[in-house]
């Protein structure tokens, strides 16, 4: 009995840290999000990202820059949403970079979202070093 109750205690105290905070809204939106999936998958290959030793690098293929009407790099962490961060996407390059203190050691996701004259978003997996 008194096992359970601890158990219980250490179950309630628990960061619980959901994949996405509006997990429910998105999945309303179902449907376009499959046709911004499709619209986007040509980029999944084309659009990479390196770790520079001081810097992580995005690398987006050329033109992609002239066309882009906002964007934002999201670097999700899934151990811990605490460390998450977003960077905006810089307009006048087709190269971002990122000062590495920003960001800790370990797995991300990095989410990039952006519009030209349609919405697009890929994730892909990165593990800073």
């Known amino acids: 009995l008194i096992a359970c109750g601890i158990f219980i205690t250490f179950a309630m105290t628990q960061n619980l840290n959901l994949v996405e905070d509006d997990y429910y809204k998105k999945g309303a ?11 986007s998958a040509k980029y999944l290959n084309t659009i990479y990202i390196q770790d520079d030793g001081e ?5 987006f293929p050329d033109g992609f820059a002239e066309n882009l009407k906002n964007g934002t790099m999201l670097f999700f962490r899934p151990s811990d949403n605490n460390n998450d961060i977003t960077f905006e996407i810089n307009d006048q390059s087709n190269v971002q970079s990122i000062d590495k203190k920003k960001l800790i050691k370990g797995r991300y996701i990095v989410k990039i979202s952006w519009q030209s004259d349609s919405r697009y978003y890929i994730e892909k997996d990165f593990f800073v070093k």
């Open 29 to 39: 939106n179902y449907t376009e999000q499959m046709e911004i999936d499709k619209r």
């Open 55 to 59: 810097k992580i690098s995005i690398f």
